[in-house]
């Protein structure tokens, strides 16, 4: 005895005229499927309608998470309808999905451990390089490339100009020293900034070194920080021809401004990687 898709329907009220529409497909071609022989096919078909019926749920509540980051309602449900009705990967549904999970997650960690910035760092950053891992599974860059090229590639340039207004390079740092002339900041320093605060927490369990500003009335906050602000700076230290210094940086940047602008890149990200999949599908 085959599996009986009819009788399920049926017995679970549900008719085969609305599992047809909410399928995209002609009654003529669901009723062919439930009338063939291929269980597999029954029980696929069958199993894609209840994904169907739980994206009405589940786009709810995706767009109270992404509403903030379109011009209004109707590119956030475009957006979201876009990759949710995407069936020849689900790599774009799980992108938004650990979008949403990880940078809620960062969120609440406000709760548990207040102005703790350095674990909302790094879940973000967990977040980035999740989603790079989704597209190449057996990418061989660093996290360090990795979140280098993001910023780089899908932060927007008005964003990033504004990171570097409100993340400097101290008066106090050494730097600022007469002889220097590499004072002021890139997007790059800052991301290296950022993956230093990553590895802090990941590889030595430190979590309390590093501050946003919390109130924007407040003066900016003083940052010091060891990192390497370049490749060849790192490798001079690697060779042990140049001592790990310590940095001092103004941070006047929000958890809330640094929270917008790297799920923007996010969005960015997941619009290209959708597209790239359906330029390689054609």
Known sequence: M?????????????????MARRLGMPISQLREI??????????????????????IHLIKELKKFFRD???????ATLFLNGILNYED???PRRMINYIKRLLSLADDIEKIR??????????????IESLYT???PNNEESKLQIVIRFFNDYVEQVD????????????????CEKGYEDIKLNIEIFVRILVEIRNKFAHEGIYWDFNFLHDMHSVCLMNFIEVEESKEEFQLIRKRKKPREERIYDIKLTYKDFRRI????????VNSYLSRLSNNNK
Not at 2 to 18: P, W
Not at 262 to 269: E, L, Q, R, S, W
Request: with cysteine; proline share 1%.
């Open 114 to 127: 207040p102005h703790k910035d350095s674990l909302k760092i790094f879940f973000i950053l967990v977040c």
């Open 89 to 91: 990967s689900n790599i």
């Open 134 to 136: 989704l597209e190449f």
């Open 160 to 175: 990033k100009e504004f990171i570097l207004q409100n993340v400097t390079r101290s008066f106090a740092d050494k730097k």
């Open 69 to 75: 980051y379109f011009n209004n309602e109707e590119e």
């Open 2 to 18: 085959g599996y009986n898709l009819e009788k399920m329907l049926a017995d679970a009220n549900i008719t085969q005229r609305s």
């Open 34 to 55: 439930i009338a063939s022989d291929n269980d597999d096919l029954k029980i696929n078909t069958y199993w894609r309608y209840l994904g169907k019926i739980n994206d």
């Open 262 to 269: 790297c799920t923007k890149g996010m969005i960015n990200y």
